[in-house]
């Protein structure tokens, strides 16, 4: 039988659900972890290295105050002769959910999944 925790904020308690297919829980959300999500066109090696494509955390929320603005991607941020890739913003409501799975090596079977909702996409780049 697998076990299902979500949590919402600190000041939650956790919700259990069993086993049972089709079963759900309800969670109250806080308005406080307002997340943005930015798509980012490549694999990333190197999180300092990508954000400085997209102009910083400075960049990302000089873009994000102002709804008119593009967010620009510079493939050679030191060349001032690259042209920017820009990103539209799209309104969305997604959840960050952080999963574990804990498996025992002997039983397969037998797993107990843990999730953590981490926050609310309010805003998607892509």
């Known amino acids: 039988m697998k076990e299902r925790t979500g949590s919402g904020s600190a000041g939650d ?3 259990t659900v069993g086993g049972v297919p089709g079963s759900s829980a ?8 307002k ?3 930015v798509k ?10 990508m ?3 997209i102009g ?9 105050a ?11 941020p030191q060349d001032p002769f690259c042209h920017p890739v820009c990103g539209n913003c799209f309104p969305s409501t997604n959840l960050l959910l952080r999963v574990k799975r804990r498996v025992r090596k ?5 797993a107990q999944i843990n999730m953590d909702v981490l926050g609310v996409i309010g805003t998607t780049y892509s």
């Open 51 to 53: 954000l400085e494509t």
């Open 106 to 110: 002997g039983n397969s079977k037998e």
């Open 13 to 15: 308690e956790a919700t």
């Open 40 to 49: 980012y066109p490549g694999i990333i090696s190197n999180v300092d290295k």
């Open 66 to 76: 102002d709804p008119s603005r593009r967010l620009e991607l510079r493939f050679r």
């Open 35 to 37: 997340l943005v999500c």
């Open 56 to 64: 910083g955390v400075q960049g990302v929320s000089k873009t994000y």
């Open 26 to 33: 309800t969670l109250s959300l806080s308005e406080d972890n």
